[in-house]
Nanobody, 123 residues
Framework: QLQLVESGGGLVQPGGTLRLSCVVS????????IGWFRQAPRKEREGVSC????????NYADSVKGRFTISRDNAKTIVYLQMNSLKPEDTATYYC????????????????WGKGTLVTVSS
């Protein structure tokens, strides 16, 4: 059974850091790209970052470049999102998703979704 489970969300002060994890099971990640998306209240879900698990190539939304880093573990079963210099506007529910398309920052290109983890950036 295909499954993606996010963890690592929480409350953090502006300027702080968090690391999100996405544990993936039930399919061969070498055939997929894994993306992190986020959705703030009353806003559409947007792509944050994605990685080709087989090649290791990465993409980032302009809003997070230089602050967020996506990576995978050597066993290729966990994808991380390291978030530094967090801002209040980063507050959202963060989702990981898997898809075969290389357009992995677009939500419509993703086939499988986790249930999300909430990140709140506030003083």
């Amino acid at each position: 059974q295909l499954q993606l489970v996010e963890s690592g969300g929480g409350l953090v002060q502006p300027g702080g850091t968090l690391r999100l994890s996405c544990v993936v099971s039930g399919f061969n990640l070498d055939r997929y790209n894994i993306g992190w998306f986020r959705q703030a209240p009353r806003k559409e879900r947007e792509g944050v970052s994605c990685i080709s698990v087989s090649r290791g190539s990465t993409n980032y939304a302009d809003s997070v470049k230089g602050r967020f880093t996506i990576s995978r573990d050597n066993a290729k079963t966990i994808v991380y999102l390291q978030m530094n210099s967090l801002k209040p506007e980063d507050t959202a529910t963060y989702y990981c998703a898997a898809g075969a398309s290389t357009s992995c920052l677009y939500r419509n290109a993703m086939d499988y979704w986790g249930k999300g983890t909430l990140v709140t950036v506030s003083s």
